[in-house]
């Protein structure tokens, strides 16, 4: 087992020769102004929405009537919908009652009117609500509040289930050293207060109530046809993801559909409700055909839900099975959602949004089973791009099982061998190809000798993993509770933090503790590749989930002032410190205020603006040099410590922002402000930027 600290103290030796044999050294930067220049990486842009903690959140107001109130029953409730008659409402007559089994719609998003003919133009329609950022980014923006508290959530039901299980096996040990019970329902009593104390609501229920009870949910607004910013082959990995955006309502019901309390809304007065807006195909009927662009339907009700596809009952033409049969006579377009099973996923499945539909047909039959199903027969709306699921398997694209596969391949692995899992590059831009030259990879950060690492802090006691102690000396550094939470054997960040405190050398607990997360090093298959436009580039070959750790930025330790003047690329600063106060527009971060009095002396005093250390990786680093920046990106910049509580030498950690596909590129935003490179005559130097996100702000610098 490798130590826990990735810092290596050593003598700094001059550029090495490149590790790989008649390499081509590297295409030089731009020529002036920019050869004297020092162009510095920092922590400085957070990209990721600010969730409050939940100390600062107030209760939300309970509108009038019926409230929200986040008890169990809401969201089980939702289940058992009301009876929808067919009869039309006739205009000029008062506004229908919503369903009970409805949620009021949210005042965030004015429903838009759609006319059901060129319905399927593109959706990544900008700035729709006026905030200035593209739909597009405003997906992503809900998606990792969604992520952040889910995560939140699972934290908070292990740590109550935890305390649950240990407070019932207290109380049988202490009923066990008791002689002869005097009550001999005692056993059954212990069985009851069993299951009443067993975890009882899932976390990613818990996080859409927590998104619905703050407004914060895309697309409150039921719509037909496309929505802004989720385009045909958009993959999500839960249903409560495709929840708070909006592009289905439910987390349970197949069937999503208009209430008729939108009957009395000028857009829809020609159209007869309930009407349905969106279907999702997850093979839970056995009825169900899917050719790819003709489905055959069954509709909702009679199923046991038991994940045996039988129908046990049969069905009724009421809700869903009304609104899909209406939605025939409106013609209005179905948005389909195909679902698959995926090892990748948390959930065991993955959604694909296959575009949008009509229903051509309808019919009663007896099924398989005998009982009565409806059917609908749907077709695909042509001018759409192509599908990315078929009937009987989910295709994406398939990165390779094995190096020797890789076109282009350079090198097949560049770590040479020192991460546990290789890391390949190739190049099928240059001709002839050559690997990225110029550079020893290293794991771990050097440290010259000139500069002193503080002396390691006392550790924690915990037996095992820091997660099963309430009473973690970790945890309190980190304010209670741990930054990490483990679902699934995947240690993952709850939120971005000013500082995570990691156990470190000194603590009692596992290697492999949740507090350690960032320490077990590589876990992800990825690979280095030559880009058009961008020098080179990493992408994964795994699904990697939100807060999951990607690496270490490593490099070697320099005082910033060592390094004016020079000709550098790949300057790092460490500049937590700066960003935890606030200076020169940082943002600062959850926790800020909190830990700054706790960390090393040295911080109370008043900061500089620049940061007094950084990481230098122009000759020595690993794969995090080769990270490209974005302006959307899918990274983001973390702040770690372990051993000391100096914050101005922390470690900068790389963690995932979004669920990263494979094959995607890695990005994370660079953090140089605009109009903040000034060559030596003076003048503004400014860069274009390539990475092609929605939000580019056209300029690196």
């Known amino acids: 087992m490798e130590t826990m600290n990735s810092v290596a103290v050593m003598e700094v030796a001059p550029v090495p020769d490149p590790p790989f044999e008649n390499a081509t050294p590297l295409t030089p930067p731009p020529p002036t102004p920019l050869e004297a220049l020092t162009l510095r990486r920092s922590a400085r842009c957070l990209n990721m929405p600010r969730r409050p903690s939940y100390a600062e959140q107030e ?30 409402k006739k205009p000029g007559r008062k506004a229908a009652k919503a369903d009970p089994g409805e949620r009021e719609p949210m005042p965030v998003i004015a429903a838009v009117p759609v006319s059901c003919a060129g319905v399927t133009g593109a959706a990544a329609k900008d700035d729709v609500m006026g905030s200035g950022k593209s739909a597009k980014l405003r997906v992503k923006e809900t998606l990792r509040a969604f992520n952040s508290h889910y995560l939140h959530f699972v934290q ?121 807006t969106c279907i999702v195909m997850s093979g839970i009927y056995e009825d ?135 890391i390949p590059a190739t190049n099928l831009v240059d001709d002839p190809p050559v690997p990225p030259s110029g550079f020893t990879y290293s794991k771990s950060l050097k440290v010259p000798k000139g500069i002193k690492i503080p002396s390691n802090i006392i550790g924690c006691d915990c037996e095992g993993d820091c997660a099963s102690n309430k009473n973690c000396s970790c945890a309190q550094r980190n304010g209670s509770d741990l930054p990490y939470v483990s679902y699934k054997n995947i240690g993952r960040l709850v939120e971005p933090k000013a500082v995570v405190f990691e156990c470190g050398a000194n603590c009692s607990c596992n290697h492999d503790c949740v507090n350690r997360t960032s320490q077990q090093g590589l ?112 990274l983001f910049v973390q702040c770690v410590l372990s051993s000391h509580n100096d914050v101005k030498l922390a470690k900068v950690t790389l963690f995932a922002a979004d669920t990263i596909l494979p094959l995607q590129e890695l990005s994370y935003d660079y953090g140089y402000r605009l109009d903040s490179v000034v060559g030596p005559d003076g003048n503004i130097v400014k860069l274009p930027c390539y990475c092609g996100a929605p939000d580019c702000r056209k300029r690196l610098y």
């Open 288 to 422: 169900d055909l899917d050719k790819a662009d003709e489905i055959i339907y069954t509709g909702q009700g009679g199923n046991d839900l038991l994940g045996n596809h039988r129908q046990i009952g049969s069905q009724q033409l009421k809700r869903g099975n009304l609104a899909l049969k209406n939605s025939r006579d409106n013609g209005n377009p179905i948005r389909v959602i195909r679902g698959h099973v995926s090892k990748n996923s948390y959930t065991g499945k993955v959604y694909t949004y296959d575009g949008l539909y009509k229903v051509v047909d309808d019919w009663v039959q007896n099924g398989v089973q005998g009982h009565v199903v409806f059917k609908y027969k749907l077709k695909r709306l042509e001018g759409q791009p192509s599908l990315t699921t078929s009937e009987v398997r989910f295709t994406r694209a398939e990165a390779p099982t094995t190096i020797s596969e890789l076109p282009g391949l350079v090198c097949d692995d560049i770590s040479g061998g020192q991460e546990s899992i290789p």
């Open 156 to 276: 908070e039901e292990q740590k109550r289930a935890q305390a649950a299980l240990q407070e019932i096996e207290a109380k049988g040990c202490l009923k066990r050293q008791t002689k002869g019970g005097k009550n001999k329902g005692s056993k059954q009593d212990a069985e009851v207060e069993e299951k009443e104390k067993r975890p009882s609501k899932r976390p990613d229920l818990k996080a859409i109530t927590k998104m619905q009870e703050t407004n914060a949910v895309l697309y409150p607004e039921k719509r037909i046809g496309h929505l802004p910013g989720i385009d045909v082959g958009d993959r999500f990995y839960s249903r409560a993801e495709m929840v708070v955006l909006g592009i289905h309502s439910h987390w349970l019901n197949g069937i999503d559909y208009m209430g008729v309390k939108y009957e009395g809304k000028k857009e829809y007065e020609n159209l007869t409700f309930p009407l349905a």
């Open 59 to 88: 209760r939300p107001k309970q509108p009038s009537g019926r409230g929200r109130g986040g008890d169990k029953r809401k969201i089980d409730e939702e289940s058992p919908e009301p009876q929808v008659t067919q009869e039309a």
């Open 523 to 634: 876990q992800y298959r990825l690979e280095v590749f030559k880009t058009a436009s961008k020098g080179w580039g990493v992408r994964t070959w795994d699904t990697i989930l939100p807060g999951a750790p990607i690496c270490e930025y490593t490099g070697v330790l320099r005082r910033t002032e060592d390094l004016d003047g020079l000709q550098n690329n790949y300057v790092f600063d460490i500049d937590c410190l700066q960003t935890m106060k606030g200076l020169d527009g940082r943002e600062k971060r959850a926790g800020s205020e909190m830990h700054l009095p706790n960390l090393h002396p040295e911080n109370d005093s008043e900061a500089p603006p620049a940061p007094e250390y950084c990481i230098d990786a122009s000759s020595i680093g690993n794969f995090a040099r080769f990270i490209n920046h974005s302006c959307q990106p899918n």
